[in-house]
């Protein structure tokens, strides 16, 4: 039992953070307060068994959701590169050099440590959060809350993850299946400064 991500579906079973569905939470949380440019930051894809996706799955919930929900993207998607803060910082640099001035109303970044270095390559620019731009960041990592301004992010529950795994390897066991399983666990926002939700 994989967790987290799972190279071979077909092989073992996982238990996954639902990030098609957080993509979709923080879209409606930006849509919400009235914000129609939404950016997204991301980093490179990944294998899937024999498969390489091009683009992570968080980038490709980000398409697949405004396209649906008619939101342009057209010179607002920034991804590639390993997920680091160093990463960010260059993405933020990208950004800062091909936007300018003219910011959406909110990013997306697909993890914390991008969302770290962005922040600082926004700051160093004199592009300040939220006051230009917004950003709601995916994973709850300790440094979400130390960072200025601090970041409103989903929260990813490791212990949840865990037990679910053990709770599934044990009935595989139990009951010798040869069937994989694959179970998505929502994430849930954690408000701070770098995005303040609209009251519900």
């Not at 914000?35 to 980093?43: L, Y």
């Not at 969302?115 to 959060?129: C, D, E, H, R, Y």
Request: proline share 4%; aromatic share 8%; hydrophobic share 40%.
């Amino acid at each position: 039992v994989f967790i987290d991500v799972n190279p071979a579906p077909n092989l073992f079973s996982s238990v996954q953070p639902d990030l098609l569905q957080t993509i979709l939470d923080a879209l409606s949380e930006a849509r919400a307060r009235g914000m129609t440019r939404i950016g997204f930051i991301g980093g490179e894809g990944r294998m899937m068994g024999t498969y390489e996706y091009p683009e992570d799955i968080r980038t490709m919930a980000y398409r697949d959701w405004c396209e649906r929900l008619g939101l342009e993207t057209a010179g607002l998607i920034f991804t590639g590169g390993q997920v680091s803060v160093e990463t960010g910082r260059k993405h933020g640099e990208t950004i800062v050099a091909k936007l300018g001035s003219n910011m959406p109303d909110c990013f997306i970044v697909a993890t914390d440590s991008l969302a770290v270095g962005v922040i600082q390559a926004f700051t160093k620019a004199g592009i300040l959060v939220p006051r230009d731009v917004s950003i709601i960041s995916i994973n709850n990592q300790s440094i979400a809350q130390y960072i200025s301004p601090p970041l409103t992010t989903y929260a990813i529950d490791q212990a949840a993850l865990a037990r679910n795994a053990l709770l599934m390897l044990s009935q595989s066991i139990s009951f010798n299946d040869d069937i994989t399983c694959h179970t998505m666990l929502s994430t849930k926002l954690v408000a701070r400064e770098s995005f303040v939700p609209a009251k519900h």
